[in-house]
């Protein structure tokens, strides 16, 4: 009896459920009655125990498929709640993209125009005074020491004019790419921060597309920053490995070292947007990032990335 019961409820819910347990009963229920002897005690106890075990099973059943809609429900609830995630997620990426363009494409305009207007003026500034002190040379000697004075002050202006404008978009990175840049980076911020520094080139060099030798340029400049600002270190090795399917740049310094949060992305909270520009740049071009520092030891940083090969298009 117990088992169309059973059945009913677990297929058609509750309601047919309890519609077989009264049809069972409205089977045995005559069949009891009509017998010579009349219903025993027995035959009593066991139709009562039908109708508990019925009524325990289909309440049991129905409050099973009423947890399994629930948990259904907070499924399809927590699948929606990650899609707008990811879709938040995505569109931030790709805002966070078209900010690193347009500030690279600021830089890049900015950097033209004081190497093409800016420095050039100065530089006329400069060849005015010159030629003013060669058609006038027996002017008073305060006079020549000023002009002298000023002379050198133009000429110190633009060299820092052209210092800013390679600082801001070195021309060499567009005009020789990112081996020569590393080679006129790291002198410029040896000097800078007095620290020795010295690149090693392993394996036979690859160009990548501008764009991606842009992304490990910065990051190698803001790793050196970095060494430089943090680190107090000594001595710095900068080393590019072409291997057959990757290249790998490493900046490793022997300064004091510090703890990389578990998530590079946190520290952009309190204002510090080096790391966590160097891992957006990274993800920009399909490059793994990794960092590694031991307290007192040093801190290396890692950039992966796969060879460029002709027929994959570039993702930034
Ligand atoms: N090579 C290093 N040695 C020691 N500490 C480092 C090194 N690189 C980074 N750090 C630590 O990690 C922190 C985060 O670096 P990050 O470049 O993100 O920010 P920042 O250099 O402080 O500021 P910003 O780069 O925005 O000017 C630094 O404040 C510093 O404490
Ligand atoms: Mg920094």
Known sequence: MLLPVTYAALVFGMRFGLLALLIAIGIIMPNLFLSQSGPTQDDIIEIIGIVIIGLVVNLWLESYETDKRHRQVAYLRLENAQRELQRMQQNLRFYLKQITIAQEEERRRIAQELHDETAQDLIALSRKVDGFMTLHPALPSTDESYLEDMHQHINRTLSGVRRFSQDLRPSVLDDLGLIPALDWLIPELSK?????????????????????????????????????????????????????????????????????????????????????????????????????????????????????????????
């Open 192 to 316: 800078h921060y007095k620290i020795k520094i010295e690149l090693k080139i392993n394996g036979e060099a690859k160009r990548f597309p501008p764009e991606a030798e842009l992304v490990l340029f910065r990051i190698v400049q803001e790793s050196l920053r970095n060494v430089g600002k943090h680190a107090m270190a000594t001595e710095v090795l900068v080393t590019v490995d072409f291997e057959p399917e990757t290249t790998v740049f490493t900046v490793r310094d022997n300064g004091r070292g510090f703890h990389p949060p578990d998530r590079i992305g946190d520290l952009a909270v309190s204002g510090k947007l080096g790391l966590t520009g160097m891992q957006e740049r990274a993800q920009l071009i399909g490059a793994k990032l990794s960092i590694k520092s031991v307290s007192g030891e040093g801190t290396t940083v890692k950039v992966e990335l796969p060879n460029p090969s002709e027929h994959t298009e570039h993702p930034y």
